[in-house]
């Protein structure tokens, strides 16, 4: 997981252990799907509180989905970064913009963190 790779199906691998490091692996059933990203709202105001939801369809479970957003410059936002824990029903993220974010097209991205796969939506930011 640490490395974001994925295997595929393997009856084995192996692994070169490092001492004192800790490594993880998901063991997956079936493939993981891409993420489903959907803004509740765009354009949105700056100031204002933006509604994501998330899921995975076809999860058999909860997997971490990692949250980053772009913004119009190009430039990560990190004040919007978060791991959230979605499934096969959605689960709503909270984007709070603040007054002076810039306006203009954001990229928020989600990857879901068990396959590496990930989705993007544009969020456009606008001032009153």
Known sequence: LKKRKLLGRKADFVVALRPNRAEF???????V????????????????????????????????VMIRATTPAG????????????????????????????PGDWVIRAVDLFGNLGTAATLNVRHQ
């Open 25 to 31: 692996f998901a063991l997956q059933p079936e493939p």
């Open 33 to 64: 799907s891409k993420p489903q990203l959907k803004l509740a709202a765009s354009p949105a105001l700056a100031g204002a509180v933006v509604s994501a939801t998330i899921q995975i369809p076809g999860a058999t479970g909860q997997h971490p």
């Open 75 to 102: 430039l990560p936002a990190p004040w919007l970064d978060r791991t959230v824990i979605a499934g096969r029903q959605p689960v709503e993220v909270i984007l709070p913009l603040a007054h002076n974010d810039p």
